[in-house]
């Protein structure tokens, strides 16, 4: 099965821009500013028009209430439409002027990111980076969590110790991880699955490997609902897991042809 409707292995790559939509030069100053800050939550309120492309936000593969009562539909939005929002036009202006970079997947661009410019390497860690992790977080939610079957049960049963065990492990990972960032389960080419916790916007991506499935521990992700308990978020959130969206990325990474 191929999961298609979110732009599974072509996430970023935006098409042709229309023509009337060109950045401005008010605009460009404002993205300037926004580059200088690094960070998308800081300019939420003031994001403008973002240059067009090379990436574009993938949109949610579902209602924002498809999640509710477990991630409610204000925080679906907001995350969504403002915080994604605001990694895409970050990395996009970001990559102005940088043709063979703005090329690339944004899977491939973060695999290199020693080799960018040092002008825009940290802009392009942290959207680049969140924007990877979050078109990958919408892919595997919306579905009604349970227990996968199959090869990735089997996986984890294998590498993980069992789904309880593997849960366990990844909620007080989540939990652990001070301040903001990520916890993933990652897979490999032979599909040996692992986990993993990075801050900030960092992913295992950029050092050349493949998430299976990760849930963001920033509090924009459930503040609104669970405002500090971000223990209650983590056990919450494997009630919307997409089973079948997991089992459609592990057979993609063990076919080489995951992107983000
Ligand atoms: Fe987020």
Redesign the pocket.
Known sequence: MEVTSVGLTNVGVAGARPASVGPTRRNMLGFAALLAASGASRALAQVPVPPAGPHSLPPLPYAPDANEPHVDAQTMTL?HDR??AAYVANLNAALKDQGTLAALPVQDLLARLPETPEAIRAALRNNAG?HA??AM?WQVMGGKGGNPTGAVLAAVDRDLGGMDAMRAAFSRMGLMQFGSGWVFVTVDRGGKLALAARPNQDTPLMEGGRVLLGN?V?E??YYLKYQNRRADYLAAWWNVVNWDVVAARYEQARAGTLGV
Do not use: E, L, R, V
Request: glycine letters at 10%.
């Open positions: 995350h915080h994604h969140g992790n979050h977080f963001d920033w924009h992700a």
